[in-house]
């Protein structure tokens, strides 16, 4: 296992999860569910390729006592805030619609 590869493909999916949720978010604070849907669907593919690597690491671990290096702490960060950004921008997106939806049945 290449450990400096397994580290940059673990930030780099990590940070594409993250634009893509906050792209998601931005659409749907214009009105396009549609397009927040695929953003969402694109930022969860990138947290599973992340996630894959991240297994990859694990399961090569080979000393329990290792210490980890900086850089293995950063990329890990970089996933981790990934996943929990996702998590709350599903959320923000779902009261985003029931938000739009009420406003319109006041409207009408």
């Not at 671990?61 to 990934?82: G, K, R, W, Y």
Request: with cysteine.
């Amino acid at each position: 296992m290449n450990y400096e590869k397994t580290m940059t493909h673990l930030i780099l999916h990590g940070g594409n999860a993250r634009g893509a949720a906050y792209e998601a978010l931005d659409a749907a604070e214009e009105g396009n569910f549609s397009e927040a849907e695929e953003k969402l669907k694109e930022a969860e593919q990138e947290f599973i390729a992340g996630h894959k690597w991240q297994t990859e690491l694990i399961s090569h671990q080979d000393d329990e006592n290792a210490v980890p290096s900086f850089v293995m702490i950063h990329a890990q960060d970089h996933l981790m805030t990934a996943q929990a950004e996702l998590s709350l921008i599903k959320r923000l997106i779902l009261q985003i619609k029931e938000t739009k939806a009420l406003c319109e049945r006041v409207a009408s």
